[in-house]
């Protein structure tokens, strides 16, 4: 494929504009073909914005008007799977965000719907693919550190409870309410180190936060057949933190993906000494990896996970191999999500 790869946006609120758009725009082998959203309002400030006339208010329209290589799905999670379905018995390869499906039964139809169309679908799985998470990626394959034993991530956002403020909001509508929104991304992230992993255990606490009663903690812990994975989320946090520790045998890595810092620490002696020496080097570790973020940033060479997964979909449409994210790596989290989703569920009504 010599000519860009033409992408039809659906959706352009928040994750479209601060994530999608500014990616796609510097691809060089993508362009936005088309844009489409029911709020007019929107619709038509992006459309300036991107200096277009393809606007339109039904996917339907924008389907059969425009030569599309690609639908990017950027709607509420409830609608993934109607406008996904649609793009692909269009013959679109489908992009969509997070969870693809609310349900297995909806994943596997569109799955099925894709392969009957030939066309490939990718869930967005960005944390993955974050410069910090990719290096630790890298350093966890090469060996050295010893098999993954525990990985702990930990998601804290003061977002969460603003949004929730808003009683009309789309998450209230979801079968975990705003978990279902931000599970997948720890989910997927334990699942990058520990492969194949069961839910056996959910706590969901509900707490009056400023007298707002909508912001909820969740712990989920996970277990896979090499280790255990350990999810905590708090959407009533004073500051939004991404933290992910991956315990192996010999060596572990923290990574901040709010920050994008990688600090790798040892087990070793308990001696005053050995502490002081191993805060040195974590220290100097985080240092020297916050340098060269700062440099990267400064000389453009610094792109999100966003940019470096949707770049590598559009180069499996060119080069026609698999997508970064396949399909059943994308079904396993929908599975996992919606176990979790049914335990959570079952722990909500013990202690309402």
Wanted: aromatic share 4%; glycine share 8%; proline share 4%.
């Amino acid at each position: 494929m010599s000519e860009k790869v033409r992408v039809g946006l659906v959706g352009c609120g928040g994750i479209a504009r601060l994530q999608h758009i500014p990616s796609i725009l510097r691809m060089p082998g993508a362009e936005i073909a088309a844009v489409c959203d029911r709020d007019t309002g929107l619709l038509a400030q992006l459309g300036r914005e991107l200096k277009t006339e393809k606007c339109y208010e039904d996917v339907g329209e924008m389907l059969s008007g425009e030569h599309l290589d690609v639908v990017d799905i950027c709607t509420p999670p409830r609608t993934h799977a109607a406008l996904a379905t649609q793009a692909a018995e269009s013959g679109c390869h489908v992009l969509v965000e997070k969870p693809a499906t609310l349900t297995l039964e909806e994943f596997d139809s569109l799955a099925r719907t894709c392969e009957r169309n030939g066309v490939k679908m990718c869930q967005i799985q960005n944390k993955v693919f974050e410069p910090v998470m990719m290096r630790a990626l890298d350093r966890v394959r090469k060996g050295g550190l010893g098999d993954v034993v525990a990985v702990d991530v930990r998601v804290f956002l003061r977002r969460t409870a603003v949004l929730m403020e808003d009683e009309s909001h789309w998450s209230y509508d979801l079968p975990a309410g705003m978990f279902t929104e931000i599970l997948p991304h720890p989910i997927y992230t334990v699942q990058t180190f520990l492969g194949m992993v069961e839910p056996v255990a959910v706590h969901v606490a509900r707490p009056d936060v400023h007298g707002h009663v909508g912001s909820y903690e969740i712990v989920v812990v996970l277990e896979g057949r090499g280790g255990v994975g350990l999810v905590t989320y708090s959407g009533s946090s004073p500051k939004n933190k991404v933290m992910v520790d991956i315990h192996c045998r010999k060596r572990s890595l923290r990574v901040d993906l709010w920050n994008s810092a990688l600090v790798e620490y040892s087990f070793g002696g308990s001696s005053r000494a050995s502490r002081a020496v191993e805060n040195l080097v974590q220290g100097a570790s985080l240092l020297a990896g916050s340098a060269r973020t700062m440099v990267d940033v400064a000389m453009g060479r610094f792109h999100s996970g966003h940019y470096h997964q949707i770049s590598r979909f559009v180069e499996s449409i060119r080069k026609g191999c698999e997508p970064p994210v396949t399909i059943s790596q994308a079904r396993e989290v929908i599975r996992v999500l919606e176990t979790i989703t049914g335990m959570a569920a079952a722990d909500r009504a013990r202690i309402s």
